[in-house]
T-cell receptor, first 110, second 114 residues
Framework: SQQGEEDPQALSIQEGENATMNCSYK?????LQWYRQNSGRGLVHLIL???NEREKHSGRLRVTLDTSKKSSSLLITASRAADTASYFC??????????WGAGTKLIIKP | NAGVTQTPKFQVLKTGQSMTLQCAQD?????MYWYRQDPGMGLRLIYY???????DKGEVPNGYNVSRLNKREFSLRLESAAPSQTSVYFC?????????????FGSGTRLTVV
């Protein structure tokens, strides 16, 4: 079962542009996490945002959380070729486990 | 500092064969997980171990068994492989179980069952 659903499924932008992807979820959460997966590799943890936080930054990454709309966004500023990857959100599930969305595939064109 | 190490990286099995996927972490994490990833889908939890000595079923446990050998190692066994088990398998670990902790993932095992 999927709690988080990313949007769009795929995104292609020019290097240097900003990339925004969204995650919507269905039930109330404690935290929401974003991960990156480069092709053929494992997932890498990017940011964890708690339900009482509205915004969080890490380098070129900015994550927002709107619990009233049950949605989160991940903004990558000044994109680089190395940002080409799939991005996943994960939220609370039953038994304290994470539930994962299907991901947004981001392609940065040179 | 290796993080989470999975072996093997690739495997082809014939239907009905068995195999064990190995996972080890060196971060002194308490919790470990096995996921499968299929095209167009998010990760699906197969089994997890909240702490040494405990294992629990996840969303898709049928056809799999696990062993938490010690705090470092968590193996996944396919007793009789089926084509539906063709997937990429990821092992992950976290300091403690629950949504408050980020997960560290291995690089995956790409399994094909023919």
């Amino acid at each position: 079962s999927q709690q988080g659903e990313e949007d769009p499924q795929a995104l292609s932008i020019q290097e240097g542009e900003n990339a925004t992807m969204n995650c919507s979820y269905k039930t109330s959460i404690n935290n929401l996490q974003w991960y990156r997966q480069n092709s053929g590799r494992g997932l890498v943890h990017l940011i964890l945002i708690r339900s009482n936080e509205r915004e969080k930054h890490s380098g070129r990454l900015r994550v927002t959380l709107d619990t009233s709309k049950k949605s989160s966004s991940l903004l990558i500023t000044a994109s680089r070729a190395a940002d080409t990857a799939s991005y996943f959100c994960a939220t609370d599930g039953s038994n304290y486990q994470l539930i994962w969305g299907a991901g947004t595939k981001l392609i940065i064109k040179p | 500092n290796a993080g989470v190490t999975q072996t093997p990286k690739f495997q082809v099995l014939k239907t009905g064969q068995s195999m064990t996927l190995q996972c080890a972490q060196d971060m002194n994490h308490n919790s470990m997980y096995w996921y499968r990833q299929d095209p167009g889908m998010g990760l699906r939890l197969i089994y997890y171990s909240a702490s040494e000595g405990t294992t629990d079923k996840g969303e898709v446990p049928n056809g799999y068994n696990v062993s938490r050998l010690n705090k470092r190692e968590f193996s996944l066994r396919l007793e009789s492989a089926a084509p539906s088990q063709t997937s990429v398998y990821f092992c992950a670990s976290s300091l403690l179980t629950g949504p408050n902790y980020g997960y560290t993932f291995g690089s995956g095992t790409r399994l094909t069952v023919v």
